[in-house]
């Protein structure tokens, strides 16, 4: 079945980076633009970013630009969102998600940033 | 960046009663190609977002029929035409017209009374 599934998170200091993955299965990921979209404990959902299908082109939430990098490799249907200068308020779960054609969610992973 | 604003923040319902939900844009979400690109997700207790609605009014597949979108420009509603027990959640709208950055309303909960 058409699946995602996050890893990589976990407690860090400020300032640390961290390097969250998503795996998909089911479907054909390289043909799929993919999202992270993040959520801060007890608070909604903000979109964090895109990539394309080929990852030609990338596109960042300003809470997150020049800190975050999004990238996929698509010989191992991987998405990743490489997360540097963490900050406090960049703790939340942390969703991979697939909108084009089938919507699909991963089930988060938490990333905690405290010292 | 577009601001998505929806109403009521809490929304307590009876069983088998209808519900409805606002979500306004600060501008009209009609794209270039004709399509709105207006979403409705909903996340249960403890679980993962899941898209309801894309574009309005289309439902996905696996949606009840009691969901339905509907709506144009700046102004959309859900609609949940019988609530019942597994509707309890957060209901979100998004709009994928003008981005960077796409952009999610505040959130609705919803609740049985």
């Known amino acids: 079945q058409v699946q995602l599934v996050e890893s990589g998170g976990g407690v860090v200091q400020p300032g640390r980076s961290l390097r969250l993955s998503c795996a998909a299965s089911g479907f054909t990921f390289s043909s799929y633009g993919m999202h992270w979209v993040r959520q801060a404990p007890g608070k909604g959902l903000e979109w964090v970013a895109v990539?394309?299908?080929?990852?030609?082109?990338?596109y960042y939430a300003d809470s997150v630009k020049g800190r975050f990098t999004i990238s996929r490799d698509n010989s191992k249907n991987t998405l990743y969102l490489q997360m540097n200068s963490l900050r406090a308020e960049d703790t939340a779960v942390y969703y991979c998600a697939k909108w084009d054609g089938t919507a699909v969610w991963g089930q988060g992973t938490t990333v905690t940033v405290s010292s | 960046d577009v601001v998505m604003t929806q109403s009521p923040l809490s929304l307590p319902v009876t069983l088998g009663q209808p519900a409805s939900i606002s979500c306004r844009s600060s501008?009209?979400?009609?794209?270039?190609?004709?399509?709105?690109?207006l979403n409705w997700f909903q996340q249960r207790p403890g679980q993962s977002p899941r898209r309801l609605i894309y574009k309005v009014s289309n439902r996905d597949s696996g949606v009840p029929d009691r969901f339905s979108g509907s709506g144009s420009g700046t102004d959309f509603t859900l609609k949940i035409s019988r609530v019942e027990a597994e509707d309890v959640g957060v209901y979100y709208c998004m709009q994928g017209t003008h981005w960077p950055p796409m952009t999610f309303g505040q959130g609705t909960k919803v609740e049985i009374k």
């Open positions: 501008q009209s979400l009609v794209y270039s190609d004709g399509n709105t690109y």
């Open positions: 990539i394309w299908y080929d990852g030609s082109n990338k």
